[in-house]
T-cell receptor
């Protein structure tokens, strides 16, 4: 079974600075999807960014980018120009490719604090 | 265009009572997923349903928990004879048919068992 590990329970960063959240995963599959979700205090799960494992190019969404290292099974999230609204729990998630493999496997989460 | 609607947002039950959590997927979405989040933990998969069918219930506890997604109406997650350990946030997500990797999550129902 696949597992996802986030080794940083908490991180903090100064407003406007850059922060990187770590995520590693374990799988024997060659094709899969990886995601970062944000969960603010409202509890809503918000998709931040996603990556297909067969794509070598790292995904980017505005101030959010990933460093996907397939061989190392690492999928870190970089947040540039941190804003107060970025404060939230961040979850890394894995999803197998194909057919009935629809479920997401989540890491334990990293709580990100933005210092003004 | 409403997203995934879950109700109630908060639910308090006494030990031994039944809890019924409702999820209305995004209009046109035929796949529904339920996840449970214990305090300070990530979400854990419970069950995946399509209309009138349970596709994957590998994350569901064997007893007291059941889920359905009828032809008409919302998906229901039912917990019978609740215990304190059932206290958690329960999230529903939906996606269109096909192998689509995009989920839309609801805001969750926080169940408290007293």
């Amino acid at each position: 079974a696949q597992t996802v590990t986030q080794s940083q329970p908490e991180m903090s960063v100064q407003e406007a600075e850059t922060v990187t959240l770590s995520c590693t995963y374990d799988t024997s599959e060659s094709d899969y999807y990886l995601f970062w979700y944000k969960q603010p205090p409202s509890r809503q799960m918000i998709l931040v960014i996603r990556q297909e494992a067969y794509k070598q190019q790292n995904a980017t969404e505005n101030r959010f980018s990933v460093n996907f290292q397939k061989a190392a099974k690492s999928f870190s999230l970089k947040i540039s120009d941190s804003q107060l609204g970025d404060a939230a729990m961040y979850f890394c998630a894995y999803r197998s490719l194909g057919g009935g493999a629809q479920k997401l496997v989540f890491g334990q989460g990293t709580r990100l604090t933005i210092n003004p | 265009n409403a997203g995934v609607m879950q109700n109630p947002r908060h639910l308090v039950r006494r030990r031994g009572q039944e809890a019924r959590l409702r999820c209305s997927p995004v209009k046109g979405h035929s796949h529904v997923y339920w996840y449970r989040q214990l305090p300070e933990e990530g979400l854990k998969f419970m069950v995946y349903l399509q209309k009138e069918n349970i596709i994957d219930e590998s994350g569901m506890p064997k007893e007291r928990f059941s889920a359905e997604f009828p032809k008409e109406g919302p998906s229901i997650l039912r917990i019978q004879q609740v215990v304190r350990g059932d206290s958690a946030a329960y999230f529903c997500a939906s996606s269109p048919s096909g192998d689509n990797y995009g989920y839309t999550f609801g805001s969750g129902t926080r169940l408290t068992v007293v």
